[in-house]
């Protein structure tokens, strides 16, 4: 693995060099180019650009890039029971493969470094992850709505994909559970969960309190609210846990996820677009939470450029409850960094020496960058997401604009022949 030197960037707000070395940040500062090798070195002029550290997308259904569009404007369950799910039954390894290319594609070309996905056919996604170069947390998506021999086999295949992650023994790719949710999972299914978390040491994904519904359907099942229920059988215990959406909350449930650490992956977009609501973002930074973002799948987005979110929460916040001071653009800016990857324990999101090299790069000389000044008020603000070089584990995944590890037309011509399939089956 080759040295980057990149020279006279905007780093943490002022003009310097950041060193590469191996997968690591090995020096932020004023570098001597005779300090390096410059054979080993390969030297990127950060003249009129800014570095930033790669995005984290703690929410995510990769896969789904091929649902773009297929099913808008309807509530989130007449979309998933009278779409979505129908779709997903005609899905192939195939089908999964082109899809998580497009999605890691996608993520890339604007600035996402780490996603953190839950869906299914495992061995295709892990193959478009290590084609592309970018750092995820996998997990298999589980549901059993109630049956024994249905759950049974979810979590045998939960297991065997875990397994499979960690003898990749691939830094960039790590393994999580995901089920999907209180209202689709059983207690049964939800306590083994637990346990096997606990086991092998990984975190935890699931949907919870995205719409009223899902609140009153679990409620008028266990008499409780989704996270009452789950912590009545210590299903946060001792364990890391990343809730997404968490969109209506009761001030007991906001209590559990503050005692429990349990970490809210804010996905603004996607909850406006299917009216589920907009989750209490300020009421949890009082409390501590901590909040990163994810997009959810394109069947619910659109897209997984996560500025688009890091915009939309610095502003939803702001309208809904009448302050300008609220999520402000550097907490904004911050969940879909430094909290994304303090969710998913990576040592990212910063750009600080010791650090993953996991990092963007953005020319600023863009009309909507302009004047050069305030250029972290343009990140969230103003900025479209169209990021010009990606460093990923210390590789250089995306160099002005162009991948470097696929072809983005074969990529595409792929996708479509996929959406093709999907829907024509």
Not at 56 to 78: C, I, K, S
Not at 85 to 102: C, P, Q, S
Not at 289 to 302: E, F, K, Q, V, W
Request: charge should be negative.
């Amino acid at each position: 693995m080759a040295s980057i030197l990149i020279k006279n960037g905007i780093i943490n707000g002022k003009k310097q060099d950041l060193l590469v070395n191996d997968n690591i940040i090995q020096k932020i500062g004023e570098i001597d180019v005779s300090e390096i090798s410059k054979d080993e070195t390969e030297i990127i002029d950060g003249k009129d650009k800014v570095i930033i550290p790669g995005l984290v997308n703690t929410h995510t259904h990769a896969p789904m890039a091929l649902f773009r569009g297929v099913a808008d404007d309807m509530p989130l369950m007449e979309w998933l029971n009278d779409h979505i799910w129908k779709l997903e039954a005609k899905l192939n390894e195939k089908i999964i493969y082109a899809g998580t290319l497009l999605a890691c594609v996608e993520m890339i070309k604007s600035g996402t470094t780490t996603f953190n996905d839950m869906y299914f056919y495992l061995d295709s996604i892990l193959k478009a992850v290590d084609e592309t170069g970018i750092r995820s947390t996998l997990s298999y998506g589980m549901i059993d709505l109630d049956d024994e021999e249905k759950r049974k086999k979810e979590l045998k295949s939960a297991k065997e994909s875990i397994e499979i992650i960690k003898n990749l023994n691939n830094p960039r790719i790590n393994a999580a559970l995901g089920p999907h949710a209180p209202y689709t999972c059983s207690k049964e299914l939800l306590s083994e969960v637990h346990d096997m978390a606990k086991e092998y040491d990984v975190p935890i994904h699931i949907h919870m309190n995205e719409t009223l519904d899902e609140v009153k359907m679990v409620n008028e099942k266990t008499k409780m609210r989704p996270f009452e229920y789950l912590n009545s059988f210590g299903f946060f215990n001792d364990v890391n846990v990343i809730a997404a959406h968490c969109v209506h909350l009761s001030d007991s449930e906001i209590n559990i996820i503050k005692e429990k650490n349990i970490t809210v992956s804010h996905n603004p977009i996607s909850n406006l677009k299917l009216a589920s609501g907009v989750a209490p973002i300020p009421k949890l930074l009082d409390n501590g939470i901590n909040i990163t973002l994810g997009t959810d799948g394109c069947g619910s987005n659109n897209n997984l450029n996560l500025f688009e979110e890091i915009k939309s929460c610095a502003l939803i916040h702001k309208g809904v409850n009448l302050n300008p001071t609220v999520v402000n653009a550097k907490e904004a800016f911050d969940f879909a960094t430094k909290n994304g990857a303090r969710a998913l324990g990576l040592n990212t999101g910063e750009l600080k020496e010791g650090y993953l090299a996991d990092l963007a790069i953005i020319d600023l000389n863009k009309p909507f960058l302009i004047p050069k000044e305030n250029i972290y008020s343009h990140l969230v603000y103003s900025f479209n997401g169209n990021v010009d070089t990606v460093i990923i584990d210390g590789n250089i995944v995306m160099n002005d604009g162009k991948m470097v590890n696929v072809d983005e037309e074969k990529v595409y011509e792929m996708a479509e022949k996929a959406y093709y399939d999907l829907t024509n089956c």
